[in-house]
């Protein structure tokens, strides 16, 4: 996909620019694909749901309904086994979309892994992209190998600082894997960024900030915070229950987001789900 994005080499990084044959006062428009769960097996299934057709299904609507975007952010959990052919199953299951892939690694994943299939002429792995004139957005790696929770290095709350320092004039969307904010359910907030004050301080010397947007809590969640949209979008596989203080699945159908990105700095945007109950999970599970 190389007509869509060039690279300019900065401070030993790669900073990606993507190609919009957009007007200056048009908005961007992108889709999140988030914790898809994969196995190597083609059957390989999560609390009940096989998360290769479920991510198939996600892709074949998002294709029938012709949506309009000009990348796919994937903010993590990629794999389930941590398997290089889990991780050839996405880069195979998002070429119908045509579009780049930007993406980070959830707690679930294994680096090394999704390495095995780069370089990718769709999948890009960076932790800077401009968009447009007006946009920027920061990938961060919140991994901690081995556990559930996030965090943040120093090196990666430095990265925030300076991108949001070194393009002062755009506005700026900050991606990671984990939620930055309690969202209600105490299983899943003690498995949050543990160091969220510390990347809160870092946005908060910074006015260009407009949304950080995450996975892992596998439901929707939107709310304002420190004047910056926080967004989690619903999983490609199974659904957590939103407020449950134990581990709950929920009866949502697996979904995606679509973002639009407008010249004047506002974000809009949208939760797609699947129609129909074929992908409903064990809610005998206890956990995973």
């Not at 919009?20 to 196995?39: A, G, M, R, V, Y």
Request: aromatic share 8%; hydrophobic share 35%; net charge negative.
């Amino acid at each position: 996909m190389r007509h869509y994005f060039k690279t300019e080499s900065r401070r030993e990084s790669r900073v990606y620019i993507l190609r919009l044959p957009l007007e200056s006062n048009q908005s961007i428009k992108l889709l999140q694909i988030t914790d898809t769960h994969l196995f190597e097996p083609e059957d390989g299934s999560l609390l009940g749901v096989t998360t290769l057709e479920s991510f198939q299904a996600v892709v074949g609507a998002v294709v029938d309904a012709k949506l309009d975007f000009s990348a796919i952010l994937s903010t993590g959990d990629i794999s389930q086994d941590h398997s290089d052919a889990s991780y050839q199953r996405f880069a195979d299951g998002i070429a119908p979309l045509k579009k780049p892939c930007f993406w980070l690694p959830g707690n679930h994943d294994h680096k090394p892994g999704m390495q095995s299939v780069m370089p990718s002429e769709q999948i890009v792995a960076t932790s800077h992209l401009l968009l447009g004139e007006q946009w920027q957005v920061i990938l961060l790696d919140s991994q901690v190998a081995g556990v559930p929770h996030g965090r943040l290095s120093e090196q990666q709350l430095a990265l925030l600082d300076e991108k949001l320092t070194q393009h002062s004039d755009r506005y700026s969307l900050v991606l990671l894997h984990h939620h930055p904010l309690l969202v209600g359910s105490a299983w899943l907030d003690q498995h949050t960024l543990q160091d969220a004050n510390e990347f809160w301080g870092v946005i908060g010397k910074h006015s260009n900030v407009r949304g950080v947007l995450c996975g892992h809590v596998h439901q929707d969640f939107d709310v304002l915070h420190q004047g910056v949209r926080v967004i989690a979008t619903p999983s490609t596989c199974v659904q957590f229950k939103p407020n449950s203080a134990d581990f709950a699945l929920d009866n949502q159908s697996p979904g995606w987001r679509t973002l639009e990105l407008t010249p004047t700095g506002e974000l809009n945007v949208e939760v797609g789900r699947l129609e129909g109950e074929s992908f409903k999970p064990d809610f005998t599970s206890g956990g995973y």
